[in-house]
C-alpha cells in the first residue's frame, strides 16, 4: 500500500494543525497505523499510533494530551491533530502501516511508509 502524508506547514508556538495520512489504490493493511517523526540530525522517533482491532491509541510521553490519533470507519485516512504545539516538537512527520502484530513503537515493525510532512513550529 503506499501512503501519502499531508497538512503539515509552518505554525507558532501553542497553535496546531491536523495531519492526514491516506493510502491510495486500497485501504490500509496491517494491524495499524503509526506516526514517526524525525527531527534534523536526530533519530526517527514514534509519536502515536492505533491499532485497527479495538481502536486502541497510544502516544509517546512528550506529546500525551497535546496530540490525538483518530481514523474514520473505513480506516481511510488516519489523522494526527496537533494542539498546543511547541518548537520541539519540528520534524518531518511520516505515517506507516505496521506489518508486525506487535512492536508498535519501533520504526522496523512498519512495512510502508509515506513521504513524510514537514511541521515547522516557531517561537
Given at each position: 500500500?503506499?501512503l ?9 508556538a ?9 493510502a ?43 496530540f ?12 494526527l ?43
Open positions: 500500500v503506499q501519502q502524508a499531508s497538512g503539515g506547514g509552518l505554525v507558532q501553542r497553535g496546531c494543525l491536523r495531519l492526514s495520512c491516506a491510495s489504490g486500497r485501504t490500509f493493511s496491517g494491524y495499524g497505523l503509526g506516526w514517526f517523526r524525525q527531527a534534523p540530525g536526530k533519530e526517527r522517533e514514534f509519536v502515536a499510533s492505533i491499532n485497527w482491532s479495538g481502536g486502541s491509541t497510544f502516544y509517546t510521553n512528550s506529546v500525551k494530551g497535546r490525538t490519533i483518530s481514523r474514520d470507519n473505513a480506516r481511510n485516512p488516519v489523522y491533530q496537533m494542539d498546543s504545539l511547541k518548537p520541539e516538537d519540528t520534524a518531518v512527520y511520516y505515517c506507516a502501516d505496521r506489518s508486525r502484530v506487535n512492536g508498535q513503537f519501533v520504526p522496523a515493525s512498519y512495512a510502508s511508509w509515506g513521504q513524510g510532512t514537514l511541521v515547522t513550529v516557531s517561537s
